[in-house]
Nanobody, 118 residues
């Protein structure tokens, strides 16, 4: 029973901040590259940020300098700290876990909605 449960989404004003959390269960989080994706209806799902098992991070250029991804394997948790939010950050944000061994497992959460609006 693998579960990735996101939380922390909501309505925020431009320039505001939100912290998204992804709590996993049923997997050894330390073996998984973790990522946040986002998607608006009718658009392609895009990578927001990824943190590898070795701690290496990758960010979408659109969020560099504003978002920070981190992980706490002991808590089975991945965090996305979002600052200086913009209208274009509005999307449903999904947590993704991909086993560090290719083709060895990938899981998705149900997502949490982030809406940036004035």
């Amino acid at each position: 029973q693998v579960q990735l449960v996101e939380s922390g989404g909501g309505l925020v004003q431009p320039g505001g901040s939100l912290t998204l959390a992804c709590v996993t269960s049923g997997i050894w989080t330390s073996l998984y590259n973790m990522a946040w994706y986002r998607q608006d209806p009718g658009k392609e799902r895009q990578l927001v940020a990824r943190i590898m098992t070795n701690g290496s991070v990758t960010y979408n250029d659109a969020v560099k300098g504003r978002f920070t991804i981190s992980r706490d394997n002991a808590r089975d948790t991945v965090i996305l700290q979002m600052n200086s939010l913009k209208f274009e950050d509005t999307a449903r944000y999904y947590c993704n876990a991909q086993h560090k061994w290719p083709d060895s497992g990938e899981y998705w959460g149900q997502g949490t909605q982030v809406t940036v609006s004035s």
